[in-house]
């Protein structure tokens, strides 16, 4: 079977997804989704059927079958905890309501490479989090019929576009990890850039311009590579964790996010995710954010050497907020 036939049964799927969001972008909660397909499929139709059921409820019992949505949601989008060859990950998330728009997920490729998918849906709330399903289910079967990343995210791009009506856009960005080669790639949808640190502690932003997904069905994108070392970190996170604001109203800002990452890059990587967090929340004095914050921290470890290297940092640094250089003002 031809890619093209591939990619056309990959896509033929989900339009029962995209007409059922776009019924409930009109608070029209009684649509439902024919399961079909593969057994993934099947599995997400269900899972967004019931939570279409709980939404359709949610105007008598507010409280409980919106937590019923959030749970559904985050079954539905919860990143995979299986481990990646040749790499060290760790993941945050936090939803700034009920249920959240921002999305993470890692897929595997036949080649052994490993695809990993952050999307930030503008808004957050019910639109938002039936937007993640929608696009989550997108990614994994897209994937199926090819690891090209700028075409992944062309179809994405378009079955956004496809429900566009209800106004809702989405930044994204794909990375792509490579156990074999030190070599990543990645390509960005107006997505915030991750930030690379190297074996010596330096940052970088690794900038590489895109527009957002649902604007235009015909936008182009590209693909950028970078290396990424033993011992080099990569951090992907949504703009709910730069766009914190101080009591005094100042942002805490991309430029100081990444020197945090930068100084507390000696951190075990659980560890210098809870520094991060709780230094952007000293930052702005309460413990909540007003928008969904996801953060992904993948570091590639030494094949040999990794669960040495791991020992070795146990047991130090074991304070959740970490003195370093990063300016407050």
């Not at 031809?2 to 990619?7: D, E, N």
């Not at 339009?15 to 439902?32: E, K, M």
């Not at 057994?39 to 059927?49: I, Q």
């Not at 960005?173 to 990543?184: A, N, W």
């Amino acid at each position: 079977m031809t890619p093209f036939c591939l990619l056309i049964r990959a896509r033929d799927p989900l339009h029962g997804f995209v007409r059922a969001f776009s019924a409930a972008g009109r608070h029209q909660f009684d649509q439902r989704v024919v399961p079909r397909g593969t057994g993934e499929l099947w599995r997400r139709a269900n899972g967004l059927n019931e939570m279409m059921y709980a939404l359709g409820r949610s105007q008598p019992e507010p409280a409980s079958e919106m937590q019923r949505a959030r749970d559904i949601q985050r079954a539905l989008t919860a990143s995979p905890s299986a481990a990646i060859t040749g790499f060290e990950t760790r993941a945050v998330f936090l939803p700034a309501a009920s249920v959240g728009g921002d999305l993470l997920d890692i897929v595997s490729f036949p080649d052994g490479s490993v695809l990993v998918a952050m999307m930030d849906v503008t808004g957050h709330g019910v639109p938002g989090a039936l937007c993640t399903a929608l696009l989550r289910s997108a990614i994994r079967h897209l994937a199926r019929a090819t690891d090209d990343l700028a075409q992944i995210m062309r179809d994405l791009n378009r079955e956004l576009c496809d429900i566009s009506a209800a106004g809702l856009f989405a930044t994204a960005l794909l990375v792509r990890l490579k156990p074999e080669d030190e070599k990543i790639e990645y390509v960005s949808a107006g997505h915030d850039p991750p930030v690379r640190i190297d074996a010596e502690g330096r940052a970088e932003t690794l900038n590489h311009a895109g527009l957002l997904l649902g604007v235009d069905p015909s936008a182009c994108c590209s693909t950028a590579e970078a290396e990424l070392s033993p011992d080099g970190r990569l951090f992907m996170f949504t703009d709910g964790l730069h766009e914190a604001m101080s009591p005094g109203g100042e942002q805490f800002g991309r430029n100081r996010l990444a020197e945090l990452f930068a100084c507390t890059g000696r951190l075990p990587l659980d560890e210098q995710l809870r520094a991060v967090v709780e230094n952007v929340r000293s930052f702005q004095g309460r413990d909540g954010f007003d928008d969904d914050v996801t953060v992904f921290a993948v570091r590639r470890t030494e094949p040999a050497a990794a669960h040495t290297a791991s020992s070795r940092q146990d047991g130090r640094h074991r304070g959740r907020v970490v003195p370093c250089s990063v300016r407050t003002e």
